[in-house]
């Protein structure tokens, strides 16, 4: 795993702070407090300074940050001020779902391929996305200029499937199996635990509990 | 959102602890160091002690952890003592990719039922779990005493389906549509978003860059 010292936690905030500002944008606000940017998306006002300090100064004391300007200097951050063609390898129910997943296409990730061995879906059109056989990756890839591949695989061909991805020259894999997979260090790697955020639900369900 | 003293990011490394402990366990070690955890999953030793230390005193110093009892007690604390029966709404890609994961019920939760309205579909299993109606969802829920509900329908049936599920008495509920769903302060809510996954990919990308 990269270290670097910026906190993940924070980059997860950067992107709620950017939806949030996407919305305000839309209703034609102009100026906005670190105050107004905490309470609408549930942190406090001071967390919101220290993160957006990570990046150098914003805002004008007394004033507040403009609108336009923080939410295009955030996504300048995320790496979102430009377009991210991705393939996803697996066209079963997860590939599927997310080759239509609306969040992606909002943030400016397009999924240009899915790639599978199944005779039966390859040459056919997923909610518009073309599955190929894996024996077209590199071909796709260089195309499209792919650098992020999604692995939506049973877990037991994950790491199989990672290996295809990082000898075709991926930079980064986001992994949906329920499984570890390894990869080189100069190939980013995330692995989605879906079941983790059911976890923080029993967690709290337990704490509401000892209350009542 | 509910406020703990614990914060949120404790709780997802004491998941990863959990499953880091099962793999330890099964390789038939009796006692482990906070420093050997830390090495296993990739935080510090300091953090490991900081995060166990919120639930009280653990191991004894010098010695360390007794790991069938540490992972005993952070399974608790998670409350993941018991089985956890959890319906899922929506019978698209996404909720039938989600009935079929892994990474559930090997955490003791079980998906007792998936509801739409397809006709096509209720009355169907999908990976051996039956498709219901709609109408159906509070007498399932009852008789098997479901607390946590999993919406995964598009994002413009996001709210009425979670409204549905809050007047049927749900405790609980996991949101995978890419959309701001509202419910009442006494129950617990989590939005899952996919895209920030991928944001924490191209944010390193862009640091790996500047990198070289």
Redesign the interface.
Known sequence: ??T?K?P??T??RL??YSRFLTQVDQRGVVTISSGEIAEGV?VSPAQVRKDLAYFGEFGTRGVGYNVKDLHRHIMK????NTH?P?VIIGA???G???S?????R??G?KIVGIFDNDPQKVGYKLNGVMVYALNDLEKVMKEENV??GIVAVP?HHAQEVANILVETGI??I?NFA?KVINVPK?V?M?N?????????????????KDKH
């Open positions: 795993m990269k670097s910026i993940e936690a980059i997860i992107s709620v549930g951050i995320l790496g979102l991210w991705v079963g129910n997860l599927t779902a997310l239509m997943y609306g969040g992606f909002e943030r990730f650098q992020i877990a930079s980064a986001l329920p100069n980013e995330r989605v635990d879906l079941t983790v955020n059911l976890e923080i639900l029993t967690f709290n369900l337990g704490l509401s």
